[in-house]
Every structure is written in structure tokens, then in C-alpha cells.
């Protein structure tokens, strides 16, 4: 009496398990190669409906006039300005608004004074 196996080894093997694979992988290093290269830049965060920032604004015209909020100051008193007015806060922060006329180096020459005083700079624009 001769039985046969049933648990023969089929020489066939089925390809749509390793295409479907191939295919997940080829979709994955598609997506993750082509990211945009991004600026990393530090935005300001908002919590919840009140925001407790503490700050002045500094704002220069086309004319090269600064302001100290609302206060005309020159150039040379900003930074003393700056100093009064942040002395007793938390967060020191300042928000530079500028026009667009005006050069980047007078934008960067407030930086660099809240950079010098360890101030935070968020810098104000217009949206789209």
C-alpha cells in the first residue's frame, strides 16, 4: 500500500509578494530623497489665545529713522534705548520691522546689538 504526501514542495515560486515589497521601497526612497532643503529658522511660537512675550519693537523707515516703539530715536541712542527698555524682563525680545527699501546692513546693525545683549530678534513681515 502506497500513500502519497500531500505536502509537496511546488517548484513554482509566486513573485507578487517580493514586487509588491520592492514596489513599497522604491515609493519610500522616492519621497525621503526629494525633501526641499529647508532654512532652519527659529519662528516665534504663540500660546494659546494670550501671548505673555514681553517686547519693543524697533522699526526703521525709509529715511533711516529708527523707532523705539513709537519713540524717534537716533542711531546711536538705540542701543542705550534698548537696554533701559529691556532691562527688567523675563524674555528680552525685540521685533525689527523695516521697510523693504531699506538696506539689509541697517537691519543688521540691530541684530548685532540684541546679539551683543543676548536679546531674542523675531523679525516682523507682511504676509502673502
Same mark, same amino acid.
Given at each position: 500500500?502506497?500513500?502519497?504526501?500531500?505536502?509537496?514542495? #511546488?517548484?513554482?515560486? #509566486?513573485?507578487? #509578494?517580493?514586487?509588491?515589497? !520592492?514596489?513599497? @521601497? @522604491?515609493?519610500?526612497?522616492?519621497?525621503?530623497?526629494? +525633501?526641499?532643503?529647508?532654512?532652519?529658522?527659529?519662528?516665534? /511660537?504663540?500660546?494659546?489665545?494670550? *501671548?505673555?512675550?514681553?517686547? !519693543?519693537?524697533?522699526?526703521?523707515?525709509?529715511?533711516?529713522?529708527?523707532?523705539?516703539?513709537?519713540?524717534? @530715536?537716533?542711531?546711536?541712542?538705540?542701543?542705550?534705548?534698548?537696554?533701559?527698555?529691556?532691562?527688567?524682563?523675563?524674555?528680552?525680545?525685540?521685533?525689527?520691522? *523695516?521697510?523693504?527699501?531699506?538696506?539689509? /546692513?541697517?537691519?543688521?546693525? !540691530?541684530?548685532?546689538?540684541?546679539?551683543?545683549?543676548?536679546?531674542?530678534?523675531? @523679525? +516682523?513681515?507682511?504676509?502673502?
Amino acid at each position: 500500500m502506497k500513500l502519497k504526501g500531500r505536502n509537496k514542495v #511546488s517548484p513554482e515560486f #509566486s513573485m507578487s #509578494s517580493m514586487t509588491d515589497i !520592492v514596489f513599497l @521601497l @522604491l515609493v519610500f526612497f522616492m519621497l525621503t530623497s526629494n +525633501a526641499p532643503n529647508a532654512l532652519d529658522l527659529l519662528l516665534p /511660537k504663540a500660546k494659546g489665545k494670550s *501671548t505673555n512675550v514681553q517686547n !519693543v519693537s524697533v522699526s526703521i523707515d525709509k529715511d533711516l529713522n529708527y523707532y523705539l516703539d513709537e519713540k524717534q @530715536l537716533t542711531k546711536m541712542e538705540l542701543e542705550t534705548a534698548l537696554v533701559n527698555a529691556l532691562k527688567d524682563r523675563e524674555e528680552p525680545t525685540i521685533i525689527l520691522r *523695516t521697510e523693504e527699501s531699506v538696506a539689509v /546692513k541697517e537691519a543688521v546693525y !540691530v541684530m548685532d546689538l540684541a546679539q551683543q545683549h543676548r536679546y531674542k530678534v523675531i @523679525l +516682523a513681515v507682511r504676509p502673502n
